[in-house]
């Protein structure tokens, strides 16, 4: 991304939840995490596929957590909800999972942001949680090859900053979990580059190797 892409405009950063099968006997995450210790590879943590942000984050998580689960990489994040909602899976990773976690056909048990989401104000923070310092983010951006004259790029970058502050365009983004922003293109440069380094780190410390 570093290299191949360059930079057009953010778009915003978005919550992300944890939520678990409502049957399950845990309230919380640290309810989660003692029964999945007492029952090691036991429970299946769904993500919409290998290599998905749902597959790092949960494979992440479980170092974190200590704790051993299975995972299972469906063709996309809905069929991973579902499987979840239907008992084949016990844990999804996602901003989709939040209708489910609000009308209680799912558990929330922690938002991934830096603030509570205000759709689902009772489920606390990963970091509220015992599990500070998560580096992988959860952002929306556009991005043009690389080599794109950098006057094309900021006359896109514009157009999307208008298009952004529109009061319907903020609204619907505001209602799928996104938090509207906005940011130079030298910001989201640095951005791209700091996260790009984060998720080496990442894959390094859960024993993937990166392309």
């Known amino acids: 991304p570093v290299r191949d892409f360059a930079p057009v405009a953010f778009l915003g950063d978005s919550f992300n939840i944890l939520a678990i099968n409502r049957d399950l006997p845990a309230q919380s995450l640290a309810e989660f995490a003692a029964l999945a210790r007492s029952r090691p590879g036991q429970f299946v943590y769904a993500s919409p596929g290998v290599g998905s942000y749902g597959h ?55 938002v991934i942001a830096e603030e509570r989401w205000p759709a689902v104000p009772d489920v606390p923070l990963l970091s509220e949680s015992g599990i500070a310092d998560w580096p992988l983010d959860f952002w929306y951006a556009v991005v043009a090859p690389a080599g794109t004259p950098r006057p094309v790029r900021e006359r896109l970058h514009a157009a999307f900053a208008e298009a952004v502050a529109a009061p319907a365009v903020a609204a619907l983004l505001e209602r799928v979990g996104m938090r509207t922003g906005s940011r130079s293109l030298d910001e989201l440069a640095a951005l791209i580059a700091r996260d790009w380094t984060a998720v080496g780190a990442t894959l390094a410390e859960i024993g993937f190797a990166r392309g």
Request: hydrophobic letters at 55%; charged letters at 10%.
């Open 56 to 110: 790092v984050a949960g494979e992440l998580l479980q170092r974190r957590l200590g704790v051993e689960l299975l995972h299972a990489p469906f063709a996309g994040i809905v069929p991973a909800i579902n499987a979840v909602l239907a008992g084949q899976g016990h844990a999804v990773m996602g901003p989709n999972a939040m209708p489910f976690a609000q009308s209680g056909q799912l558990r929330g048990v922690a």
